[in-house]
């Protein structure tokens, strides 16, 4: 039996339940209820994921201190490097981790939706648009603004919406709270830098995929695509520039910092 066949059999059963409601496009509702569902799952991980960015964000000044302190000794810098990491508790890859493991889910779900495998999912409808077709043959069947090209320029209206919103967003926190140059002396740090400025970027390109995927799969992306937006934004809300942990605690060495106060000045 297929792997996928009992994800099959539960689209089914719930597109049965969902059909009084939504009619013809009730399947088309479950994928978008079903990746709803999987990624309200994978919520703790991506909380997971956002401590770990707020925990280097937090280590982005000491970590400056020490590649300005040591940057002319690699094998000192590393050493001191991995020792504020051991001290503070913070992978140097805090993060990405929690992310990564979320990618065979999302594989599967995306393989279920594109594939149609397990069950007839790519013989229905949304809006008369056939969840098996393509963007290519909604342009043969109508044109742009023919019922079927509709669908795909509503889809293309709200991730071009949420890619723009993302984009923005990333950039005032950016501008907020500068990334550190990569840390040389830790292992994958250049990639994970690279892979954190053209992030904001990448949002842009869920409409090339929407444009060549089949519908149901295209109804999975831009559902993803929306919860992921929302989701940063509900995890990173705090975020003004500082940990939210850290936004009223005094920097290290700075007048006020505890173990570390001043005398009063004294009169007369």
Same mark, same amino acid.
Request: glycine fraction near 8%; charged fraction near 15%.
């Given at each position: 039996?297929?792997? #996928? ?30 990746? =709803? ?17 707020? *925990?280097? @964000? ?33 992978? +140097? ?16 779900? %995306?393989?279920? #939706? ?24 909604? =342009? ?9 090209? =509709?669908? %795909?320029?509503?889809?293309? @209206? ?17 501008? @907020?709270? +500068?990334? +550190? ?12 830098? =690279? ?20 519908? *149901? *799969? ?51």
């Amino acid at each position: 039996m297929s792997f #996928f066949a009992p994800l099959g059999a539960l689209l089914s059963h719930v597109a049965d339940a969902l059909e009084p409601a939504f009619g013809a496009s009730a399947t088309a509702a479950t994928v978008v209820l079903l990746t =709803l569902c999987v990624r309200l799952c994978l919520h703790p991980l991506s909380r997971s994921a956002a401590r770990g960015e707020r *925990a280097k @964000a937090a280590l982005a000044p000491r970590l400056a201190e020490l590649k300005r302190k040591h940057g002319k000794d690699p094998e000192r810098l590393r050493q001191a490097t991995a020792e504020l990491y051991a001290e503070t508790g913070v992978s +140097p890859l805090a993060g990405c981790l929690p992310m990564l493991v979320q990618l065979p889910v999302f594989y599967v779900m %995306y393989h279920l #939706f594109s594939t149609g495998s397990g069950g007839d999912l790519l013989d229905h409808t949304l809006f008369g648009a056939p969840l098996g077709g393509r963007w290519t043959n909604a =342009l043969a069947d109508g044109g742009p603004l023919g019922s079927h090209g =509709l669908v %795909y320029l509503v889809l293309f @209206a709200v991730v071009a919406a949420a890619a723009t919103w993302t984009f923005r967003r990333a950039r005032r926190t950016a501008a @907020a709270t +500068p990334l +550190p140059a990569a840390d040389e002396s830790v292992p994958g740090a250049e990639a994970v830098a =690279l892979a954190a400025r053209i992030s904001p970027f990448l949002s842009f390109a869920t409409l090339i995929t929407v444009a060549v995927v089949p519908l *149901a *799969a295209a109804l999975y992306v831009v559902t993803t695509t929306l919860w992921t937006a929302a989701e940063r934004a509900y995890l990173h809300r705090d975020r003004s520039g500082a940990d939210p942990q850290t936004r009223n605690e005094p920097a290290a060495g700075s007048e006020g910092e505890p173990g570390a106060r001043h005398p009063r000045p004294t009169t007369g």
